[in-house]
C-alpha cells in the first residue's frame, strides 16, 4: 500500500493500469478476434475518461477535485460491468439487439432488418472466461479495487487538507 500513499503515484498507477485494460481489449478484439458486445465497449468508456483526467492532473495544482471524478468514472465502469455480468449469468434480462434471443419473422426482409441492426457478439453470452471469470467479471474486481485505493487516497487528501486548514 506504500507505492498508493502519493497523489502523483496513485494517478500513474491507475493511468497506466486503465491503459492496459484498453490495450488488452483491443488485442482481444483485433488480433484474437473476439468482437465486443455493446456492454463490452460501454465498459471501456470509463477508462478513457480516467486517462484523460491523470493526463489533465498534471497541469493542475489541486488535484482533489479529479480524484472525485476518477471515483465517479469507476463507480460507473463498476456498474457497468456488474450489470454485464449479471446479464452474462442470465440474472438480467438486456435486449436492445443485445442478447441471442430469436424473434419470429413475417418474411426475409424483417430478418435482414434485424440481423443489420444486431451486433455480432451477444451481451448474454460469455465467449471467453478463465478459471469461471468472465472479462465482465475481471473488471468488475478490477474496478472495485480500484475503488479502493481512490478512497483511500481521496480519506488521506482530506487529511492533509483539514491539517493545512
Not at 457497468?80 to 434480462?93: D, K, N, Q, T, W
Amino acid at each position: 500500500m506504500i507505492i498508493f500513499t502519493s497523489q502523483k503515484n496513485f494517478l500513474i498507477i491507475i493511468s497506466l493500469i486503465s491503459l492496459i485494460i484498453l490495450i488488452s481489449a483491443y488485442i482481444l478484439e483485433y488480433f484474437v478476434n473476439l468482437p465486443p458486445c455493446k456492454l463490452c465497449i460501454y465498459q471501456r468508456v470509463p477508462y478513457f475518461f480516467i486517462i484523460f483526467l491523470c493526463v489533465i492532473s498534471y497541469f493542475l495544482k489541486n488535484k482533489k477535485f479529479l480524484f472525485y471524478l476518477i471515483f465517479i468514472c469507476l463507480v460507473i465502469g463498476l456498474l457497468i460491468s456488474g450489470f454485464h455480468s449479471l446479464v452474462e449469468r442470465g440474472l438480467v434480462s438486456y435486449e436492445m439487439s443485445c442478447s441471442s434471443n430469436t424473434s419470429d419473422f413475417e418474411n426475409i426482409d424483417e430478418l435482414r432488418a434485424f440481423l443489420d441492426q444486431t451486433s455480432i457478439a451477444k451481451c448474454d453470452e460469455i465467449i471467453f472466461s478463465f478459471a469461471g471469470f468472465s472479462l465482465a467479471n475481471f473488471n468488475l474486481i478490477i474496478s472495485f479495487f480500484l475503488i479502493i485505493f481512490n478512497l483511500e487516497i481521496l480519506r488521506k487528501y482530506e487529511k492533509v487538507f483539514k491539517k493545512t486548514n
